[in-house]
Every structure is written in C-alpha cells, then in structure tokens.
C-alpha cells in the first residue's frame, strides 16, 4: 500500500474516533441499580463530564483531594483535543516524523491513563454500591475512540522523497 492510502485509513480512523467520542456525549457512563437519592452512585452521560470538568478547573485546589480528578482533568482535555485536532493534523503528522512521535506519545499517556482512571473509578464506585453497577455504553465509546485514534495514528505515513528530484553526489 501507499502512503496516501496508509493517510486515507489514518483519517478514516480518526474520524470514526471523532464520531464515537460524539456518541459517548449522548450515552450512558455508569449505570447503577440504585435511585440517585441518599448519596447512591449517579446515572450520568458523557456530556455531563464537561460540567465537572469546568467546575474543577473553576475551583483549581479541589483537582489536588482526589488523585482520580488529578488525573483525569488534564487527561480528559488532552484526549478531547486529541479527538478533534487528530482529523486535520493528518498531513502535518505525515510530514514531520518529530511530530507524529510527540503526538503518539502525547495520545498513548493520555489514553493509558484515562483506561486507568476509568478502572479506579468503576473499582472505587463498585465497592460502594448496594445495588447493580456497571459500565454504561458511553465508557465503551470512549475507549473505543482512543484506541480507534491510536490506531490511526501508526496508519500515518510519510511519502518517500522523489529519486529524480535530488541532487546529484558531487563528483
């Protein structure tokens, strides 16, 4: 396969990681057996993580009382932006080897540790349940998104520079 084709599958994959973070915004991401009252464990959708997000961000000193929120605010926002940012830096990605490696390391942290967030928040929010708890289909999306635009990013190739075109040895 050409590099042009490898690019192809990088942005159609990246696009279907824009389109499954979009859906994890409308889904579920816990579900539990129990009614919200008297503390239980909230039934939220993705997009209700935003408003966590920004009230962390306007209360900056409570980001560092849980070590969860720690991780997943700066996480969060990085994998948002990796999302869509990822799309359209496809031919600047193929173009500078120095950049796609800052850019796959930068994404491979980021969703390490938001896989690793997710499993601390389901371990911690389990052991307190009384009732059924478990992973609503939004926390699939996410996943699915992180690991769709990783994928896309080892697709990203350069093209190889034109023989004809160099310079010849000096004789």
Known sequence: MTAQTHNRIA???????????????????????????????????GFELWQN???CLRHPAEIFKDPIQEIFVPTFAIAAIGFVATPF???TLSRSR?????????WAVAGIAQVWVWLLV???????????????????FLTV????????L??????KPDESASFPAPA
């Open 122 to 140: 389901f371990k911690d929010q389990s052991s307190q349940a009384n009732g059924v708890f478990g992973i609503g289909p939004g926390l699939f």
């Open 154 to 159: 080892f697709f990203v190739r350069s093209s």
């Open 89 to 91: 830096c496809i031919r």
């Open 53 to 55: 997000l920004w009230n």
């Open 11 to 45: 942005l159609w994959l990246s696009l279907a990681a824009l389109l499954s973070f979009g859906a994890f915004h409308f889904l579920k991401v816990f579900i539990s057996g129990e009614p919200i009252e008297n503390d239980g464990i909230p039934e939220f959708r």
């Open 145 to 152: 998104a992180l690991q769709l635009n990783l994928m896309a």
């Open 98 to 106: 120095m950049l796609w490696w800052a850019w796959l390391v930068i």
